[in-house]
């Protein structure tokens, strides 16, 4: 197994002072669009680590799947894109758009056993569906950071499609948790006024 990094040092210091390296060893502050943006793609990777303790196996993988996408798509935001990365010796972890083919694959084969909805959907119903719907939302202010760092920044645009895709991914799979759909919680406009 080929390994990125190797930590034997949890703490360095370096990061005491408001600033941290990003993946091109350029220092930013904590605050920077740039690491709002990866940070919450954190964020919802440990979101979904939360999710997969009420998932079954076959969305477990699917979830895991999804968790070392969110890595590579850390990786990706953590490293600014250059102009000449195709020629550099170790050019950046990217994701591509083969991961986000492979997320609307599932979106079409979850949904096909979906009835169509005829209200909005309230995050709810099953644990596994709260979780997922959970990781929409983060997953969301992720896709928000993304495009804010994207109109100041050059970004890799299969990155910001991933996100946008992933959302559905989680809306849609939350969908099936609740039984297909059968157990949505759904919404009734001004039910309690």
Request: net charge negative; hydrophobic share 40%.
């Amino acid at each position: 197994m080929n390994s990125m990094v190797v930590l034997n040092k949890i703490y360095t210091r370096g990061g005491d002072g408001g600033t941290t390296a990003l993946g091109d060893g350029e220092r930013v502050y904590k605050n920077s669009a740039r690491v709002e943006a990866y940070g919450t793609v954190d964020e919802t990777n440990a979101a979904v680590g939360l999710a997969r303790l009420h998932a079954d196996s076959s969305m477990d993988g699917r979830l895991a799947a999804i968790q070392n996408d969110l890595f590579d798509l850390g990786a990706d935001l953590c490293r600014p894109v250059r102009e000449d990365e195709c020629e550099m010796e170790h050019p950046p972890l990217r994701v591509i758009e083969s991961q986000v083919l492979r997320l609307e694959s599932e979106i079409d084969d979850f949904n096909a056993a979906l009835r169509p909805l005829r209200s909005f959907v309230l995050p709810g119903g099953s644990a596994l569906a709260a979780g997922l719907h959970q990781c929409r939302t983060v997953c969301r202010r992720a896709e928000r950071l993304t495009v804010a760092l994207a109109s100041s920044e050059k970004i890799n645009d299969s990155a910001l499609i991933y996100l946008n895709r992933l959302s559905d991914w989680f809306f849609v799979a939350a969908r099936c948790a609740n039984d297909n759909g059968a157990s949505d919680v759904l919404w009734k406009p001004g039910a309690n006024r």
